[in-house]
């Protein structure tokens, strides 16, 4: 156990419903990472945060996809009018900061759009 | 654009055997980090072994070593006295000046008792 939980660890959706991931990171990492994992594959980078700030996002990330920190402390990922497409791993990851911390991973969350 | 390829998608060792995982990756950057990360069956990615590009040292840890070659830019994963606990998907991670990973696509370890 590397310190951070998501939840749900699986969510079964049906196209175009609403689906809402949670990240609770290490408390005192200030860094939060979303990735996208497919099967086979990699991460991909989808966004992070800073704090509570969210610095960057990913070309990848449609304006279907959302994500808060409010607090800088847990974050939500929000996925609108979901996609078959859309089924894959959803990773977080936080760091402290400074160049040399590893990013420590949650279990994921497991979506599959029927 | 960073890249990272890992070219073996599978690779089997007979177990307390050794064996080698390759990465190469293309950078412009000259100061880096790269990483290799596990990730069992079901199981969170933990962080293996990590080397700073600055340091022209090769990372050891336990049984796991790299061979950085920066000219060549290749990263490879040497893992000794190979245990069934070690059977995992492995990734090589280039992080960027923006603290950013970009992955390979990994490769499957597979351990022969």
């Known amino acids: 156990d590397t310190g951070v939980s998501q939840d749900p660890r699986h969510k079964i959706t049906k196209r175009g419903q609403n689906v809402t991931f949670r990240c609770d990171p290490i408390?005192?990492?200030?860094?939060l990472y979303w990735y996208r994992q497919t099967l086979g594959q990699g991460p991909e980078f989808l966004t992070y945060f800073q704090n509570e700030a969210q610095l960057e996002k990913s070309r990848l990330l449609s304006d279907r996809f959302s994500a808060e920190r409010p607090k800088g402390s847990f974050s939500t990922l929000e996925i609108q009018r979901t996609e078959q497409g859309d089924s894959a791993m959803y990773l977080c990851?936080?760091?402290?900061?400074?160049?040399?911390?590893?990013?420590?991973f949650g279990p994921g969350t497991r979506l599959t759009v029927l | 654009a960073q890249t990272v390829t890992q070219s073996q998608p599978e690779m089997s060792v007979q177990e307390a055997e050794t064996v080698t995982l390759s990465c190469t990756y293309d950078?412009?950057?000259?100061?880096?980090?790269l990483f290799w990360y596990k990730q069992p069956p079901s199981r969170q990615m933990i962080l293996v072994i990590r080397?700073?590009?600055?340091k022209q040292q090769n990372a050891t840890e336990n049984r796991f070593s790299v061979n950085f070659q920066k000219a060549a830019k290749s990263f490879s994963l040497k893992i000794s006295d190979s245990q069934l606990g070690d059977a995992a998907m492995y990734f090589c991670a280039y992080r960027d000046s923006n603290y950013q990973l970009i992955w390979g696509a990994g490769t499957k370890l597979i351990i022969k008792p």
């Open positions: 080397q700073e590009a600055y």
């Open positions: 408390s005192e990492h200030n860094r």
């Open positions: 950078t412009s950057e000259s100061d880096y980090y």
């Open positions: 990851a936080s760091v402290a900061g400074g160049p040399k911390n590893e990013q420590f």
